[in-house]
């Protein structure tokens, strides 16, 4: 090398050198020209802790795509009986298009994960910048519409058995409004995921060796690339804050007062009735259980972020190995929520109907019918009786 020949500062990212051709560029302001080959880093073999999140992640997928595939076609093969005129409309839930939506972002979420596994198995990110902003808003489906879901079947659930004579908001219409308003309002939450969210490239090393015969140096880049938010911090803050709280806090909330408003009716109405028939345990075990998943799968995820959003770690302490497991592990369990949601509403979604005559006061026989139908508990009955 000519020893009055500088060496060639890094080259961070491409976008400093302007292409000329084939593999030369003019970079640093155009103050010289360069032949550049740009390689990927080798391949680290794959620690053991990192195969529990690759297998966790890909039996969720499995799971939930095949899951969610298999309640879809139930539900399309009930809808075509009832255009067919087999079910009579006393038959009719409009509840079942909240568990489409359902089952539609669960599996749009799912989709994230072959691309969040590959990155987990080669430690970088392959597939430029759409897929990038795509990947992000996939992955944060869940973390809005399908709550806005689970809390509005809650809702459903709550109406039916606290006031199931306001039909309005068990109409078709009301089921359409509810989920296209939910679908709109995540993504305009989502919005700043589309607009910042991008593939980075990092350098991970550099060689370079000038060529004396044409008087131009030959650089090696080793880089890689990673998708990140890439938000400003005013607009992480207000994304994080506002997704956190319509996202998670409020849903939390209401999704814990339904279900608790619809035992404490359904207990008052067994008190009132004995013999009833009212599987009271079965549906309290039911309904704690939603709560209980939703709140184990997303509060981990839902601290984790916001304690990391205020806390700088660094990235060079010998436990960032571990906290990144652990990481992924947090981050993992919202997963596992979209790959279990179509267990708890499609194959519990039982259909019961219990007959029980009743008498009121002395003097009015009743025929009451309890149906647990699309997740919802719906008294009907041939007499007026407030319960």
Same mark, same amino acid.
């Given at each position: 090398?000519?020893?009055?020949?500088? =060496? %060639?500062?890094?080259?961070?990212?491409?976008?400093?050198?302007?292409?000329?051709?084939?593999?030369?560029?003019?970079?640093?302001?155009?103050?010289?020209?360069?032949?550049?080959?740009?390689?990927?880093?080798?391949?680290?073999?794959?620690?053991?802790?990192?195969?529990?999140?690759? =297998?966790?992640?890909?039996?969720?997928?499995?799971?939930?795509?095949?899951?969610?595939?298999?309640?879809?076609?139930?539900?399309?093969?009930?809808?075509?009986?009832?255009?067919?005129?087999?079910?009579?409309?006393?038959?009719?839930?409009?509840?079942?298009?909240?568990?489409?939506?359902?089952?539609? !972002?669960?599996?749009?979420?799912?989709?994230?994960?072959?691309?969040?596994?590959?990155?987990?198995?080669?430690?970088?990110?392959?597939?430029?910048?759409?897929?990038?902003?795509?990947?992000?808003?996939?992955?944060?489906?869940?973390?809005?519409?399908?709550?806005?879901?689970?809390?509005?079947?809650?809702?459903?659930?709550?109406?039916?058995?606290?006031?199931?004579?306001?039909?309005?908001?068990?109409?078709?219409?009301?089921?359409?409004?509810?989920?296209?308003?939910?679908?709109?309002?995540?993504?305009?939450?989502?919005?700043?995921?589309?607009?910042?969210?991008?593939?980075?490239?990092?350098?991970?090393?550099?060689?370079?060796?000038?060529?004396?015969?044409?008087?131009?140096?030959?650089?090696?880049?080793?880089?890689?690339?990673?998708?990140?938010?890439?938000?400003? %911090?005013?607009?992480?803050?207000?994304?994080?804050?506002?997704?956190?709280?319509?996202?998670?806090?409020?849903?939390? !909330?209401?999704? !814990?007062?339904?279900?608790?408003?619809?035992?404490?009716?359904?207990?008052?109405?067994?008190?009132?009735?004995?013999?009833?028939?009212?599987?009271?345990?079965?549906?309290?075990?039911?309904?704690?259980?939603?709560?209980?998943?939703?709140?184990?799968?997303?509060?981990?995820?839902?601290?984790?972020?916001?304690?990391?959003?205020?806390?700088?770690?660094?990235?060079?302490?010998?436990?960032?190995?571990?906290?990144?497991?652990?990481?992924?592990?947090?981050?993992?369990?919202?997963?596992?929520?979209?790959?279990?949601?179509?267990?708890?509403?499609?194959?519990?979604?039982?259909?019961?109907?219990?007959? +029980?005559?009743?008498?009121?006061?002395?003097?009015?026989?009743?025929?009451?019918?309890?149906?647990?139908?699309?997740?919802?508990?719906? !008294?009907?009955?041939?007499?007026?009786? +407030?319960?």
């Amino acid at each position: 090398m000519n020893s009055n020949m500088k =060496a %060639v500062m890094p080259i961070n990212s491409m976008s400093q050198c302007t292409h000329l051709k084939d593999h030369r560029y003019s970079c640093m302001n155009n103050s010289i020209e360069i032949n550049i080959l740009n390689i990927y880093p080798h391949i680290p073999e794959i620690k053991s802790r990192f195969l529990i999140n690759i =297998a966790i992640f890909s039996f969720c997928f499995i799971l939930g795509i095949c899951g969610n595939s298999s309640i879809l076609t139930i539900i399309r093969n009930i809808i075509s009986k009832r255009h067919s005129g087999r079910l009579n409309r006393r038959q009719k839930d409009y509840a079942f298009f909240y568990i489409i939506s359902l089952c539609v !972002v669960d599996m749009v979420m799912l989709m994230s994960l072959p691309t969040c596994i590959l990155d987990l198995i080669i430690g970088f990110w392959l597939f430029g910048t759409w897929i990038c902003k795509l990947h992000h808003v996939s992955s944060s489906v869940g973390r809005v519409i399908s709550t806005f879901l689970i809390t509005a079947m809650s809702f459903d659930r709550y109406m039916a058995v606290c006031h199931p004579l306001k039909l309005t908001y068990r109409s078709k219409k009301f089921v359409m409004v509810t989920c296209i308003s939910a679908a709109f309002l995540a993504l305009v939450l989502l919005s700043p995921l589309l607009g910042y969210a991008q593939s980075i490239e990092i350098l991970h090393g550099q060689f370079e060796q000038y060529d004396d015969k044409l008087s131009i140096y030959n650089v090696t880049r080793v880089r890689f690339f990673k998708c990140i938010d890439n938000m400003p %911090v005013n607009v992480a803050f207000l994304f994080t804050i506002s997704t956190f709280i319509l996202g998670f806090l409020i849903p939390l !909330v209401l999704i !814990v007062f339904f279900n608790a408003q619809i035992i404490s009716r359904l207990y008052r109405h067994t008190k009132i009735l004995p013999t009833s028939g009212i599987p009271l345990l079965r549906i309290s075990l039911y309904t704690i259980l939603i709560a209980v998943l939703y709140f184990i799968c997303w509060t981990p995820y839902w601290i984790t972020n916001i304690y990391s959003f205020f806390t700088t770690v660094d990235t060079e302490t010998k436990h960032q190995e571990l906290l990144t497991f652990i990481m992924y592990c947090v981050h993992g369990l919202p997963y596992i929520g979209c790959a279990s949601n179509w267990i708890l509403y499609g194959l519990l979604n039982t259909q019961l109907q219990v007959k +029980q005559r009743t008498n009121y006061n002395g003097n009015n026989n009743q025929q009451q019918l309890l149906r647990l139908d699309c997740n919802t508990v719906h !008294v009907e009955k041939s007499s007026t009786y +407030q319960l």
